[in-house]
């Protein structure tokens, strides 16, 4: 495993990295700029629309799926980063246009119809999509907006606002005279649209060249099922143990249906990949009424939260209902490899009813060094085990003394990943010890 020191330098290169891109357009700007200055707060105000409108195209890229972008982060937090951008970016574009209002009213003009009514309509429509990006997110479900239609529209909402505002800097041009200056404005709009389009073209042509099918369903629990798929005309997929994939069901791949899941089987079995899906949205609720036979379309693998580099001699799975998924595909990866270093499985799920998985992991703790701790919300009459929920009594009374020496996979429903990475922050385990998982679109 690397070093916290390894960790927290490619981090900080990630990090830097993002920040000079979203500076760069400040820096462009003043290149060769010889205008006198207009006051403090409209130069202010021109500068956090040109930093909005950079944090903008940069999500493009953020959410493009390219396994090395990121790194060490992982895709998942990835998306998570992208999420908390997204609100900034807001804040900058929002504030743009408020502090140039506030400033000089002379920039009132610019969402005057009876000036300009094309460029009012546009600016004003800017506004109206970056918001509507932001509440679309939070408050998707309230809305009643499926999944699908989401991820539609938050493509092109996002284009727009990323074409509309590039427009608007070139027809401004008050600091891109220069062609070469517009020159890279327009590649960085077309390079937005492109990788739009690398996602919802190129991607889906790719995956039509290797079409998977449906070859079995099975019950896990009530309201979680196991898909498992089989390669169509080809050698399947790799991936490590503890990754994901985003899958489209159908005849095409070219669909807005495409959604994230966990692999929960082992890599080493090449012939079939299992996927297993609790029903929590309007796609995952109609799992269980898929046919044998069906065909799919998988992309992937994406994902860090995996043991490979792991060289801890005791692993530490915690984890919560559907998110024992990356578990399963470790441990049953561990027993094909015959691994024999100590693992505990610390795993929390309503009852024994709705505990998938739960005879399979009496298998593994027998052919594995492996210790299965189940936390039962409503335990069974006679249990003397673990109830409640996962905190910091539960984690005490299972983790080892030698805390500071294991690696600790984190998994599961949002309160208890912030309870147990909270406990595990506040004994000293190193942040780059705890590995968490909180891929949580359905």
């Known amino acids: 495993m690397r070093s916290k020191k390894q960790f927290l330098t490619s981090a900080f290169a990630w990090l830097t990295i993002f920040m000079v891109l979203v500076l760069a357009p400040l820096v462009l700007a003043m290149i060769g700029h010889q205008e006198e200055s207009r006051g403090f707060w409209v130069e202010f105000g021109v500068g956090l629309g040109f930093v909005g409108l950079a944090m903008m195209g940069l999500q493009f890229l953020l959410t493009a799926r390219y396994s090395r972008i990121g790194a060490p982060f992982g895709l998942d937090e990835l998306l998570q980063f992208h999420g908390q951008a997204g609100y900034i970016a807001w804040a900058f574009i929002v504030g743009h246009f408020a502090v140039l209002f506030l400033a000089d009213s002379e920039f009132h003009k610019f969402l005057d119809p009876t000036v300009n009514f094309p460029r009012a309509v546009a600016l004003s429509g800017v506004l109206i999509a970056v918001t509507l990006l932001i509440?679309?997110?939070?408050?998707?479900?309230?809305?009643?907006?499926?999944?699908?239609?989401?991820?539609?529209?938050?493509?092109?909402l996002a284009l727009f606002v990323v074409f509309v505002g590039t427009v608007h800097i070139l027809q401004v041009s008050f600091y891109v005279s220069e062609l070469w200056q517009q020159i890279v404005w327009v590649g960085f709009s077309l390079g937005a649209i492109g990788l739009l389009m690398h996602n919802r073209v190129w991607r889906p042509m790719q995956m039509k060249?290797?079409?998977?099918?449906?070859?079995?369903?099975?019950?896990?629990?009530p309201t979680i099922w196991s898909v498992e798929f089989e390669p169509v005309g080809h050698d399947g997929m790799e991936f490590k143990p503890g990754q994901f994939v985003w899958v489209t069901l159908g005849d095409t791949p070219y669909k807005l249906q495409q959604h994230p899941f966990t692999i929960s089987s082992a890599p080493e079995k090449r012939n079939s990949l299992r996927l297993t899906i609790k029903e929590l949205g309007d796609f995952t609720s109609e799992v269980k009424n898929l046919k044998e036979?069906?065909?799919?379309?998988?992309?992937g693998p994406y994902g860090n939260f995996t043991l490979s580099e792991s060289v801890a001699t005791h692993n530490i799975f915690i984890a919560g209902g559907i998110g024992i998924t990356p578990a399963m595909s470790i441990l049953e990866s561990?027993?094909?490899?015959?691994?024999?270093?100590?693992?505990?499985?610390?795993?929390?799920?309503?009852?024994?009813?709705?505990?998938?998985?739960?005879?399979?992991?009496?298998?593994?703790?027998?052919?594995?060094?492996?210790?299965?701790?189940?936390?039962?919300?409503?335990?069974?009459?006679g249990w003397d085990g673990e109830e409640g929920f996962i905190d910091g009594g539960v984690l005490?009374?299972?983790?080892?003394?030698?805390?500071?020496?294991?690696?600790?996979?984190?998994?599961?429903p949002p309160p208890m990943m912030d309870a147990a990475e909270s406990k595990l922050t506040e004994w000293g385990v190193s942040v780059?010890?705890?590995?968490?998982?909180?891929?949580n679109i359905v």
């Open 135 to 156: 509440a679309f997110t939070h408050w998707r479900e309230k809305f009643g907006i499926i999944y699908e239609w989401w991820r539609l529209s938050h493509g092109v």
């Open 209 to 221: 060249k290797r079409p998977w099918k449906v070859k079995r369903i099975t019950e896990e629990s």
């Open 293 to 299: 036979g069906e065909t799919a379309f998988i992309e």
């Open 334 to 381: 561990l027993r094909e490899r015959h691994d024999q270093r100590e693992f505990t499985l610390i795993y929390g799920t309503p009852d024994v009813e709705h505990t998938p998985f739960r005879e399979d992991l009496k298998v593994l703790s027998s052919e594995l060094n492996l210790k299965v701790v189940h936390v039962y919300e409503n335990p069974p009459e």
């Open 396 to 412: 005490k009374r299972n983790i080892p003394e030698e805390h500071h020496q294991c690696e600790y996979f984190v998994c599961g």
């Open 432 to 439: 780059h010890k705890v590995h968490s998982e909180r891929f």
